[in-house]
C-alpha cells in the first residue's frame, strides 16, 4: 500500500529514522544497558523490533503494559517503573504470567504490602532524585529494604528518574544528573541489590552511574526531544488530509486535532514551511511561512508531534513507512487501563 491511500489522521513510522535512533541507542547503551520504557510507544510490536536489537528487559508505566508484554512473549525481565496499589491486577499479571519476570517499584509500605499480596516476588525501592513525582525520600530507601525483606520480598536494587533533568542546559545537565545521581548511590548503598535503574532519552549520554537506562522516547522521538541536541531522528509523524483551504485569510485546515496528539509540550510541527495557527478537537489550523504557499485542498501533510507518548496513545496503530510505501503494520495494543 502506498502512505497516501491510507485513511487519515494515520500515524506513520519512517522507519529508516526508527531504525538510525535503535541502532544509535543500542550502540551507546547495548544489550541489557538499556531497558526501554514502553510507555513511550505502547506497542508490542515495537519492543520486539528492540528485543531483536538485543534489549531483553523493559520498563512498563501501567500493569496492563506489564500484562500486554508478558502475553507477547516479552516477559524475559519487566519492571513496573510506577507504584501500584492494585493487588487484584498484580494477582492477575502474576498468575496468568508465571514465566514472566516481574519486578515492581515500591516507595512506600502500602505499595511494599501490595507487591507482596499480588505475588510479585522481586521489587526495586523508588527513590525520590528531585523531582515532585513518585519515590521514596533517600534516607528512607535502607528502612522500606528492610521492610520488603521482611515481606518476604527480593530487593533487586532501586531506581530513581532524573525526570526533571531531560531538557536541562546541555552545559549543565551532566552537573545536574551526577547530583540527582549521587543521591540514588546514597540510597542504593543502604539498599543493596544489582540494579541502579533511571535515565530517559534526554539523559542516557550523561549517566554514568544507572546500571541500566530507561528510555523509550528515542526510538521515535519528538519536537520537544528534537530540540535538544540528541543523536535520534524525528521518526514518528501524524499523516493529515487538507480539508479546508481559506486563500483569502490565508490559513489551512487538516484532519487532526486535539484528538489525535498531544499539546501538553505545545503544537506540533506541520512539515513544509507552515506555521500552526491553532488546534481544536479534530483540526489544525495553519498557514505558510514567509514566502511560502497554502496547500490545495485534499492535500496531504505530515505533523510531527510535540510530545510522543500521549500522541500514540490516542491511536490504535501505526503504519511503518520506507519512502512512500507502507511496509508493516504496529498495533498500539497496550494502550487503555
Ligand atoms: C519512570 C520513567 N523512566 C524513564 C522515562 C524516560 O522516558 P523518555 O525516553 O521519554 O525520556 C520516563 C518518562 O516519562 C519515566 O516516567
Redesign the pocket.
Known amino acids: 500500500m502506498n502512505v497516501h491511500d491510507l485513511a487519515t489522521p494515520a500515524l506513520i513510522v519512517d522507519v529508516a529514522a526508527f531504525d538510525h535512533n535503535v541502532a544509535t541507542m543500542a550502540a551507546a547503551r547495548p544489550g541489557d544497558r538499556l531497558r526501554p520504557?514502553v510507555?513511550?510507544f505502547k506497542s508490542t510490536a515495537l519492543a520486539h523490533e528492540l528485543a531483536v536489537a538485543g534489549h531483553r528487559g523493559f520498563?512498563c508505566?501501567t500493569v496492563r503494559e506489564m500484562v500486554g508484554m508478558a502475553r507477547a512473549g516479552l516477559g524475559h525481565d519487566l519492571l513496573l517503573?510506577?507504584e501500584t496499589l492494585d493487588v487484584r491486577r498484580l494477582q492477575a499479571l502474576t498468575t496468568g504470567a508465571p514465566d514472566a519476570r516481574i519486578t515492581v517499584a515500591v516507595d512506600s509500605v502500602e505499595t511494599v504490602e501490595t507487591a507482596a499480596r499480588g505475588g510479585v516476588t522481586e521489587v526495586l525501592v523508588d527513590v525520590n532524585v528531585g523531582m515532585p513525582?513518585c519515590g521514596c525520600e533517600p534516607a528512607d530507601a535502607g528502612r522500606l529494604a528492610e521492610r520488603a525483606r521482611s515481606s518476604g520480598l527480593e530487593v533487586r536494587g532501586v531506581?530513581g528518574?532524573e525526570?526533571h533533568l531531560?531538557m536541562a542546559e546541555p552545559a549543565q545537565k551532566a552537573a545536574l544528573v551526577e547530583q540527582a545521581m549521587v543521591a540514588l548511590l546514597a540510597a542504593h548503598a543502604d539498599v543493596g541489590g544489582d540494579v541502579i535503574s533511571?535515565?530517559?532519552?534526554?539523559?542516557y549520554a550523561v549517566n554514568r552511574w544507572c546500571t541500566e537506562i530507561?528510555?523509550?522516547?528515542?526510538t521515535l522521538m519528538d519536537t520537544q526531544?528534537g530540540s535538544a541536541p540528541l543523536p535520534f531522528r524525528q521518526a514518528l509523524f501524524l499523516l493529515l488530509t487538507v480539508v479546508s483551504v481559506n486563500p483569502t485569510g490565508g490559513w489551512a485546515v487538516a484532519d487532526g486535532g486535539l484528538k489525535a496528539f498531544s499539546m501538553d509540550h505545545g503544537p506540533p510541527d506541520v512539515l513544509g514551511a507552515h506555521k500552526v495557527w491553532f488546534c481544536s478537537d479534530e483540526h489544525v489550523t495553519f498557514g505558510p511561512l514567509e514566502g511560502g504557499s497554502l496547500p490545495a485542498v485534499s492535500d496531504r501533510v505530515r505533523v510531527a508531534p510535540a510530545h510522543?507518548?500521549p500522541t500514540i496513545a490516542c491511536h490504535e496503530r501505526m503504519h511503518v513507512v520506507r519512502d512512500d510505501t507502507v511496509v508493516d503494520t504496529w498495533e498500539v495494543d497496550l494502550r487503555g487501563w
Open positions: 520504557h510507555k513511550a520498563c508505566a517503573a510506577n513525582r531506581m528518574y525526570g531531560m533511571g535515565g530517559g532519552t534526554g539523559t530507561q528510555a523509550g522516547s528515542y526531544y510522543v507518548d
